[in-house]
C-alpha cells in the first residue's frame, strides 16, 4: 500500500467539496474494533466541535454478530474513557455503502480484502486500513481473539486521531 500519497490527497478532496464527511469503520463482527472507532471518533470530532462537518458510523464484514450490542469488553473500555455507544447493534456492510461513504476504514488486511469483495473492488480509492492514520503500516489486533482491550484502545485512538488530523488540516 505505498499509495500514502495519493490517498491523503484524495481525502482533502472530500473535505473541500463536501458539507459533511461519511465515514464506515469496518472490521470483521462490528462488536469491538469498529464500534470502538466510530465512538472514539464521534468523541473527537465532538470535543472539536465539527459533529456537524461528519457522519460517522461502522459495520461487519461477516453475519455472524448482526444485531448483537457491542462487546461487554469494548463497552466497558468506551466507558473508561467517558464514552457511551448504547444502542449500537453490529451490521453488515453492503455493496451500497461504497457509494454512500467517504471513506471506508478497516481494521486489518482481512476486512480490507473482504470489504474490496463485498464493494466490488475499490474505484474511487475509499479503502483505508486505519493504521495508515496513525502513520504506520499494520492491524489493529481483533480484541476479542488478543482479549488485550487496553492496546486496540490505543491503536483505534491513534489511528482516529490522525484521521481527524489529515481531513481538517
Known sequence: MP????????????????????????CHGNICRSPMAEFIMKDLVKREGLENQFHIVSAATSTEEIGNPVYPQARRKLAEHGIGCAGKTARQLAAADYGRYDLLVGMDQANLRNMRRICGGD????????????????????????????TAWSDIEEGCRGLLHRLTD
Not at 499509495?3 to 469496518?26: E, G, H, P, S, Y
Not at 474511487?124 to 488485550?148: C, H, I, N
Open 3 to 26: 499509495q500514502n500519497t495519493c490517498k491523503a490527497r484524495n481525502i482533502n478532496t472530500f473535505k473541500r467539496f463536501q458539507d459533511m464527511t461519511r465515514i464506515l469503520f469496518v
Open 123 to 150: 474505484p474511487e480509492g475509499k479503502l483505508y486500513l486505519l493504521m495508515e492514520f496513525a502513520g504506520r503500516s499494520g492491524d489493529v489486533a481483533d480484541p476479542w481473539y488478543t482479549q488485550d482491550f487496553d
